[in-house]
């Protein structure tokens, strides 16, 4: 499998692209801020890929500010769970006062086919079963995804060595809590993990040494 990331230049969020191979078909996985449009375009034109589908593990901006452009620009469906496809076309009710305030008047759409996830939901991409795991915590609607029982994409539920914060407008600690116990440590230790932001990492080690994981398990 072909795993490429782009970090966008505003809070180092990973835009994930996936395909089986080089000239094969592929995934778009959170493309952040500000627009990274052109530097995603120019990775799936490297590897000659093309783009089948977006995906958004939750509606804040810095993993979904490139959305528009690139789903409408390449006319690919974009899926995101229902609890937070609201915050696409409206981020102000998922985000601090501070960043909204740098923004400005700056005004947000839908991609042009937005469609809603729910917890188990199955679909078939690239030949792949992508399965969507609904994990709120960092959000109401922040989903996780596997890719064939190989890749968990964990977006801000968990990272290498730490977690998503929780204290953001729809987060809730409670709700992170139950995640990471009834959602995350019941995974596959062998599973690579392909984090929101920061390096990669496995269920396995992260098991071992996340200090939020091993504290619900001493």
Request: charged share 20%; with cysteine; aromatic share 6%.
């Amino acid at each position: 499998m072909l795993v490429l990331s782009y970090p966008a230049p505003m809070f180092a969020t990973n835009c994930w692209v996936i395909s089986a191979g080089v000239g094969q078909e592929c995934i778009i996985i959170d493309p952040g801020m500000p627009d990274i449009s052109s530097e995603v375009t120019m990775l799936v034109e490297e590897y000659r890929l093309k783009p089948v589908a977006a995906l958004l593990t939750h509606g804040h901006l810095d993993h979904t500010f490139s959305i528009v452009p690139l789903a409408d620009g390449y006319a690919i469906p974009t899926y995101i769970h229902s609890e937070d496809r609201r915050f696409v076309s409206n981020p102000s009710g998922i985000h601090g006062p501070d960043l909204m305030a740098q923004l400005g008047e700056m005004t947000f759409t839908e991609p042009k086919d937005l469609r809603e996830l729910k917890n188990g939901e199955v679909i078939n991409l690239l030949d792949l079963k992508l399965t969507a795991i609904h994990a709120p915590g960092h959000t109401r609607g922040s989903t996780m995804f596997t890719l064939n029982e190989e890749i968990l994409i964990s977006g801000d539920v968990l990272f290498a060595g730490s977690i998503g914060r929780t204290d953001l407008p729809t987060g809730s600690a409670a709700q992170m809590r139950e995640t990471l116990i009834k959602k995350v440590l019941p995974l596959n230790d062998d599973l690579r993990v392909l984090p929101g932001h920061g390096p990669e990492t496995t269920i396995k080690f992260e098991r071992k040494s996340n200090p939020y994981l091993k504290e619900l398990t001493s």
